[in-house]
């Protein structure tokens, strides 16, 4: 039996409003509005999604050069037909169908200009999303690297290469889902379980592949993973004292290196990953609020709610039945 392709594929190859103008020589740009400056090059995530979104997915403009620039968030490109020239931190990457291109935020990248047959998918992504996913992939892994460079380690600009995933059905099928998923979604998207999940399937799949890395490397990737792994596995007593004696440091000269490679102290670390972990419980259970925030290690019920309102602009309640499908 043959098998399928992408089947958004179709739809995907029609002409944009952007590529017309192109094409019939209305412009010879690209399109700058998307761009936080002009003169800086840097593309901005809030020019580009909803408000209250984390995530979402454009095609890549083609007949045009894309000069160098940067992004503020997370894109990953992946090539449903045709290729994709680019220069990635100055390296040249030639991807065709089935590749994969994992960028994260700060790093230049200037692409070629694609023909009608060069159909690129842009995943455009908030760092954020990333920062529950690591309990999906193995912490020795290339993806778990990348998250912790991405999220938790400003100064580090990394891109990894996939080669051949259309060989892999399942990162195909998931692909297909996420989109779906994405295009059928009319409100918030911003912490969907679905999306989230299938996102964590599709870096599941990826872990089984190994990537080419462009990078500023750093040593230090390993201790940041752990210290993140045991929050997440201590969100209730998560204590600095304690992992300072796991790893063999002194409290004092931890609490240092977190906030020198993480920009990060310690207590906001484990407050930012103890409200994902809450956003995930009010939408996939039917606890009480005030249960999961005990739960989870928030003894004062006021601070919660403060901290809550502070970083999503909603309540908790409110999150939950704006979100919970």
Known sequence: MKEKGYFFIKNIKKYSHEEMNIVTNSTSEIDYSIFKTAKDRIVSFDKLVNEG????????????????????YIEINFVVSGSSTQRVDGELVELKKGDLLFLSPGIEHDISRCEEEDVMINFIINPSFFESLLTFIDAKNFLSDFIVQTVFKRETFTALVFKNLNTNKEVKSIINKIITELKNQKTNILHNSKIKFLVGLLFVELSNETPYKISKNSYNDKIILDIINYIENNLEDASLITLSEKLNFKDYNLAKFIKKNTGQTFKEIVKDIRLEKICDLLLSTDISILEIARMIGFSSSSFFYKEFNFKYGVSPKEYRDLNKS
Do not use: G
């Open 53 to 72: 979104e984390q995530i979402t997915v454009r095609r890549h403009t083609r007949f045009i050069d894309y000069p160098k620039h940067s992004h503020d």
